[in-house]
Nanobody
Framework: VQLQASGGGLVQAGGSLRLSCAAS????????MGWFRQAPGKEREFVAT????????YYVDSVKGRFTISRDNAKNMVYLQMNSLKPEDTAVYYC????????????????WGQGTQVTVSS
């Protein structure tokens, strides 16, 4: 599976962005998908994950109620809708694919996209 993330940019605090992750490969629908982020000088952090069917999602507490992960298996796409953005959401965001359920640790992910920069100004 090859992944390519896009949709990042500069936004003011309180604004919204939608990240997209395009996947190649016929087996996309068999993978759980996740979003991670890495801020300068910090370790990569789990953000959200969605099951292969889209029926189960899980979020880090800091984004619950503000971010929504979704997927369209017919289009081989995963999305991260980010609302009410805060300066502390500033990071490079990565999409990743896993064979595990509810995986919140980066080592459990097998494939990674290249990352897209999100910058939230105060």
């Amino acid at each position: 599976v090859q992944l390519q993330a896009s949709g990042g940019g500069l936004v003011q605090a309180g604004g919204s962005l939608r990240l997209s992750c395009a996947a190649s490969g016929r087996t996309f629908s068999s993978y759980g998908m996740g979003w991670f982020r890495q801020a300068p000088g910090k370790e990569r952090e789990f953000v959200a994950t969605i099951s292969w069917s889209g029926g189960t999602t899980y979020y880090v507490d800091s984004v619950k109620g503000r971010f929504t992960i979704s997927r369209d298996n017919a289009k081989n796409m995963v999305y991260l809708q980010m609302n009410s953005l805060k300066p502390e959401d500033t990071a490079v965001y990565y999409c990743a694919a896993t064979t595990r359920n509810r995986a919140t640790v980066s080592v459990l992910y097998d494939y990674w996209g290249q990352g897209t920069q999100v910058t939230v100004s105060s």
